[in-house]
């Protein structure tokens, strides 16, 4: 009596947990990644039953199991997809469905368990329910009332000894057409002992499901059928699931879940991989809680390294969130923090004056170099100044190439040369901790002008197995930068007063999607963007619609201008960068018959594209090709030869 007793506490406390979860009491729930992708890295071939290995290999699973929860996984799933009569046929082990079931189970359970007792977090099964991989009707080789018969055997099978001990949740994933979504899931809630189902529909390129249903759709039929959150899995990357629970999101109320492929598969030397990086992963785990979602975790290809990645992500949006909430929770609170207003543009530095009175600004480029003497650098910053130049901008290791702090080389500038210097910043190298101490850092030395971006993942470098952090991007490091404009650090404290920076953003009008880069824009001036600062542009048509686009939000602008050096040099930002390169310019400087020749040729080329847009833009960026600091100056008429 006394051991029922117990038992009926445990579940009672679980059940109360889960409901957390989906109340939003526990905020964003992080849920495991691929089984099925991890067990077939591990050599297990795609024409094995997965489900078996429960039973024939259970400490393979455990082992995905337990790598999940080490990367900070809340919810792990089953290792039950396909653990249905239906879909384990084609095996010929249609009988042993129940056993799967319950075997899949007591692995997740003893790893949730072994986690708990280790670290003391808090850790939840879900039953995974798959589809039954036919088609379902009168006219097929499964009826509905077969269909409906394997998923009550797998359900009541995953619920066996409630919450606690079976499974705390189900997770209806991956189900392509809506008569099956209601079968599976009208099961789940009649056989599944009152524990609450996420539903998620799998869709096409559209958005669509694979029986044409609209998300919209889809989302209210799971709501009628009675799921306690839906959502969106598998499918064709982040992106689209992005899309999909953005749609979901304005017919239903429900809590919303995305766990999105890791991209679409490659084939590399006969297997099938899954190349989308961690790190893109995470980025959109914030945009799927900033759109709605409450459970995030991800599908075939994704690892633990891409939740490790998404936690990370989450985790900083959590902090951001609660300093936000503390900092709005009251006036009288945030008056006794020491909130102030920053200092008029103006007056917080050169370039602040020049942006605010309209006067043109100069700029040039000096990218720090890779070793730690930096006496060229400092060489041509003085040199630069001689000439006019309103103030020199120094990359942060840009392409993700190791070099120099961009911060060490602008104080050097400025102590030793007297230029005004804008520091480029990126979010790929440092966490929150890391951000504010470099800014505050930046301030108490006299660094005024901040580029926030958000930087080139690691991949991209000459150290491409580098950790990238990108707790925030470029718009949530703008905001940061505000926020100690006006004296408050990030979880909405005082600093003690403001660090009076000027705030610059990034633009790029050459790229493929310049939809989304204008709507990225907005967002920077939204947050706080006091004026921009464009990707080097060849194509002068590109920059003027960009300009014609940001017209309702415009801030002052500052093109980026790059004097090419050679025709090779042409074909490299074409080809390899990918930008656009009009082909009248490629043929200009292929005519050129000497080395000589070609960068004459490539200066009068940039002082022509300076005074195509000057009318347009409040300043320009020239960027100094292979430390050809001249060359810059030549194009702004700063030097002669």
């Known amino acids: 009596m006394v051991a029922n007793e117990a038992a009926t506490e445990v579940e009672s406390g679980v059940r109360e947990a889960v409901s957390r979860l989906f109340s939003g009491g526990s905020g964003t729930v992080l849920c495991d990644g691929a089984m099925g992708s991890m067990l077939y890295g591990r ?31 809340v919810v792990i799933e089953s290792n039950t997809f396909g653990a249905n009569a239906v879909r384990l046929e084609r095996y010929g082990l249609e009988d042993r469905a129940r056993e799967f079931n319950l075997a899949g189970m007591r692995l997740a359970r003893e790893c949730v368990n072994q986690m708990r007792e280790k670290q003391a977090s808090e850790a939840y099964v879900a039953g995974a329910i798959g589809p039954l991989g036919v088609r379902i009707g009168a006219d097929t080789k499964v009826s509905e009332a077969e269909g409906s018969a394997a998923f009550v055997e797998q359900v ?6 409630g919450p606690g001990v079976g499974a705390d949740l189900l997770v209806i994933e991956t189900v392509m057409a809506m008569n099956e979504v209601e079968i599976v899931l009208r099961a789940a809630k009649r056989e599944g002992g009152g524990v609450p189902v996420i539903a998620m529909v799998t869709v096409d390129a559209e958005g669509n499901c694979l029986d044409g249903t609209s998300a919209e759709d889809a989302a209210r039929l799971m709501e009628e059928w009675g799921a306690d959150a839906v959502g969106c899995n598998c499918s064709e990357g982040p992106a689209l699931v992005l899309r999909v629970i953005e749609r979901m999101r304005a017919v239903t109320k429900l809590p919303l879940a995305a766990m999105p492929n890791a991209g679409t598969p490659k084939a590399v030397d006969g297997r099938h991989l899954y190349l989308t990086s961690p790190e893109y992963m995470a980025s959109f785990a914030r945009k799927f809680v900033k759109a709605g979602a409450r459970f995030v975790g991800g599908c075939c290809g994704t690892t633990p390294q891409h939740i490790r990645s998404m936690r990370a992500a989450l985790r900083a949006l959590e902090a951001q969130v609660m300093g936000v909430q503390e900092a709005e929770s009251g006036a009288v609170a945030i008056e006794k923090t020491g909130k102030i207003e920053p200092l008029p543009l103006q007056d917080r530095s050169k370039i602040g004056a020049m942006i605010a009175t309209g006067e043109f600004c100069t700029l040039v480029e000096i990218v720090p170099p890779k070793g730690f003497d930096c006496s060229k650098e400092l060489e041509g910053a003085a040199e630069l100044h001689k000439l006019g130049v309103d103030a020199i901008n120094v990359p942060d290791s840009p392409r993700a190439s190791a070099r120099m702090s961009a911060q060490s080389l602008c104080v050097q500038i400025q102590q030793r040369v007297g230029i005004e210097t804008v520091l480029h910043y990126t979010c790929r190298d440092r966490n929150l901790l890391s951000i504010q101490s470099d800014l505050l850092g930046a301030a108490s030395i006299g660094l005024k002008n901040i580029l926030c971006l958000t930087g080139d993942p690691p991949k991209m470098g000459n150290y491409p197995d580098a950790t990238a952090v990108f707790d925030v991007d470029a718009i949530g490091l703008v905001k940061i930068v505000k926020d100690l404009n ?3 650090d990030i979880g909405g404290g005082s600093i003690g007063g403001s660090t009076g920076f000027t705030i610059s ?58 004097p090419l050096t050679s025709v ?18 490629i043929a200009r400087m292929g005519r050129a018959e000497t080395p000589e020749a070609a960068r004459v040729e490539g200066i009068a080329i940039a002082q022509e594209m300076l005074a195509q847009v000057r009318a347009r833009v409040q300043g320009v960026q020239v960027s100094a090709p292979f430390g050809k600091y001249k060359a810059a100056a030549q194009v702004l008429g700063f030097a002669r030869e």
């Not at 990034?506 to 939204?526: I, S, Y």
Request: glycine residues 8%; contains cysteine; charged residues 25%.
């Open 156 to 161: 009541r099978a995953l619920v066996q000894g």
């Open 43 to 73: 050599g297990i071939f795609i024409n094995r039953c997965y489900d078996e290995l429960n039973v024939t290999q259970p400490e393979l699973v455990s082992e995905v199991h337990r790598e999940y929860l080490q990367a900070g996984a």
């Open 486 to 488: 006006r004296g408050l």
């Open 568 to 585: 090779k040099n042409a074909l490299f930002m074409r080809n390899d960068l990918k930008v656009s390169m009009p082909e009248e310019i």
């Open 505 to 562: 953003v990034a633009a790029n009008p050459g790229v493929l999607d310049v939809d989304n880069e204008v709507r990225r824009f907005a967002a920077k001036v939204e947050a706080g963007g006091e004026f921009g600062i464009t990707q080097p542009v060849f194509d002068m048509r590109l920059l003027e619609e960009f300009l014609d686009r940001i017209e309702s939000f415009r801030i002052p602008m500052i093109a980026g201008i790059w």
